[in-house]
Nanobody
């Protein structure tokens, strides 16, 4: 699975951004999508994960209630809607995928994900 992340940018605190993760080409095997972020000098942090069907989602504690993961299977695209953004959300955001073999499976562990998109930068100003 090749992934292309987009949608990052500069936003003021309290604002919103929507990240997208596209998988060009035809993919019929079910795969889960995860979102992670990294601040330079820090370890990569889990943000959100969503199963193929969208029925299973997980969120990191710091983003619960503010971020929402979704996906459009027909377009092979996943989204991360980020609201009530805070300066501490500033990071490079990455989408990742793995073939889960199931419609309702996803993972919070980056080690499960062999496929990664390039990062998209999100900067939240105070």
């Amino acid at each position: 699975v090749q992934l292309q992340a987009s949608g990052g940018g500069l936003v003021q605190a309290g604002g919103s951004l929507r990240l997208s993760c596209a998988a060009p080409g035809r993919t019929t095997a079910p795969y889960a999508v995860g979102w992670f972020r990294r601040v330079p000098g820090n370890e990569r942090e889990f943000v959100a994960a969503i199963s193929w069907s969208g029925s299973s989602t997980f969120y990191g504690e710091s983003v619960k209630g503010r971020f929402t993961a979704s996906r459009d299977i027909a377009k092979n695209t996943a989204h991360l809607q980020m609201s009530s953004l805070r300066p501490e959300d500033t990071a490079a955001y990455y989408c990742a995928a793995y073939y889960s073999g199931r419609y309702d499976s996803s993972s919070t562990s980056e080690h499960e994900y062999p496929y990664w998109g390039q990062g998209t930068e999100v900067t939240v100003s105070s």
